[in-house]
């Protein structure tokens, strides 16, 4: 069966710095990828949703991710980040022609100013 | 822009309570879930439907019970609450299946005392 994981429950980071999220999965076919954003009192909102072609996908807010099938890894990056970025960022996995969504257990980003 | 609503936004009920949660979604998606949020586990999926009069199992659904009444209209049931269901609920909704992007409600958080 397939599932997420996110080793960092918190990760702190100072305005203006870059971040790396990580995220790993366990699938065996090729799956579609996704991250998703929570703030404060509100739904998950998509980040970006990943397939095929380019391993490094744009998502929204100037965030990216890098899919990597030899490390099962579909991280995600910000070059500068924001005190607004404060958040809980969710990876998730669907198999091809799949119904669910498997979510991983989610990140929580503090930006300190 | 997807709009998914749900409603109560809050809800206290004692043990062997009656509770039902409900969800609407006025995007004419086919897919509509539900899923509970508790930390350390992310998002859980309870049960989760294709269309009207559809409904298909999650991966945690003792205790729960779901019907599709209308393409828009998903509720969940809790016929004898216990403390262990007391968490945050999300409904989605999608227009296919797991690849496609899931626009989330705003959440029912459930204390059962």
């Known amino acids: 069966a397939q599932s997420v994981t996110q080793p960092d429950a918190r990760v702190t980071v100072s305005e203006g710095a870059s971040l790396q999220l990580r995220c790993k999965y366990s699938y065996s076919g090729t799956p579609y990828l996704f991250w998703y954003v929570q703030y404060p009192r509100q739904g998950l909102q998509l980040l970006l949703k990943y397939y095929s072609g380019d391993p490094v996908v744009q998502g929204v807010n100037g965030f990216e991710a890098e899919f990597s099938k030899s490390n099962s890894s579909f991280h995600l990056r910000k070059a500068s980040v924001h005190w607004s970025d404060s958040a809980v960022y969710f990876c998730?996995?669907?198999?091809?022609?799949?119904?669910?969504?498997?979510f991983g257990s989610g990140t929580r980003l503090l930006v300190s100013p | 822009e997807a709009a998914v609503t749900q409603s109560p936004r809050n809800k206290v009920t004692v043990t062997g309570g009656n509770v039902t949660l409900s969800c609407r979604q006025t995007?004419?998606?086919?897919?509509m879930y539900w899923y509970r949020q508790d930390t350390g586990h992310g998002l859980r999926l309870i049960h989760y439907s294709y269309g009207a009069g559809n409904l298909q199992i999650g991966d945690v659904p003792d205790g729960y019970k779901a019907t599709r009444t209308t393409q828009e209209d998903f509720f969940l049931l809790l016929e004898l609450a216990s403390p262990s269901q007391t968490s945050l609920y999300f409904c989605?909704?999608?227009?296919?299946?797991?690849?496609?992007?899931?626009?989330f409600g705003p959440g029912t958080r459930l204390l059962v005392l």
């Open positions: 998730a996995l669907s198999e091809t022609g799949g119904y669910k969504v498997v």
């Open positions: 995007n004419s998606h086919n897919y």
């Open positions: 989605a909704s999608s227009t296919g299946g797991g690849q496609d992007t899931q626009y």
